[in-house]
């Protein structure tokens, strides 16, 4: 965005802001030419900064999505890897499930192609984040044979998908994930 003049940084910016809300009050599916509205832009203005719904989407959930990447690096040298992939699983599932939008986002990213999947995209980032989490618990015998940190990204989002009208979908995706996690796991 350097080297922009002001007023594109600052249509950018109310888009940004707008759309965060929108996408919060309606999911992922709200409409563009109504962001477009409420920030005072035509709708050219946002294909311009946004080319498509995935790249909005992206663009509205980097934080979160760096903050969820973050905190599995932070995990990564935890002295119990199971309960490290379990912790770092456990709030990616709570963000996917609060967060309207994100699950849809994240499924919007798997559906892509894979040979044209940008790497800042959210699947791609925690896919690589999670991924040491994966092969730490696979190496000290806590996750099953095969389970990959695709498989476990899919779970999550199919869980947020499901319980996103639930009155509590955080607890009720929690107590979902509690049940995959006993089917992913060797018996203990």
């Known amino acids: 965005m350097t080297g922009q003049r002001a007023d594109a940084r600052r249509n950018f910016a109310r888009l940004l802001a707008v759309a965060e809300e929108a996408i919060a009050a309606h999911g992922a599916d709200a409409s ?3 962001i477009a509205r409420t920030a005072g832009v035509g709708s050219a203005t946002v294909r311009r900064h946004f080319p498509n719904r995935r790249a ?3 663009a509205v959930f980097r934080e979160r999505v760096e903050t969820l990447c973050a905190h599995a690096r932070d995990r990564a040298g935890a002295a119990d890897s199971r309960a490290a992939l379990l912790e770092w ?12 939008g994100l699950a849809i986002a994240l499924t919007l990213d798997s559906a892509a192609d894979p040979g044209a999947m940008q790497e800042n995209c959210a699947t791609a980032q925690l896919t690589e984040a999670g991924e040491p989490l994966v092969r730490r ?6 996750l099953a044979p095969g389970v990959t940190v695709t498989d476990l990204l899919t779970l999550i989002t199919g869980i947020a998908l499901a319980t996103e009208n ?13 049940l995959t996690v006993a089917g992913v796991s060797p018996g203990r």
């Open 32 to 34: 563009l030419e109504q």
């Open 56 to 58: 909005l989407l992206e």
């Open 89 to 100: 699983l456990s709030e990616v599932t709570a963000y996917a499930a609060t967060i309207r």
């Open 137 to 142: 618990a696979a190496s000290d015998g806590a």
């Open 166 to 178: 639930h009155p509590d979908p955080a607890g009720e995706a929690d107590r979902l994930l509690g």
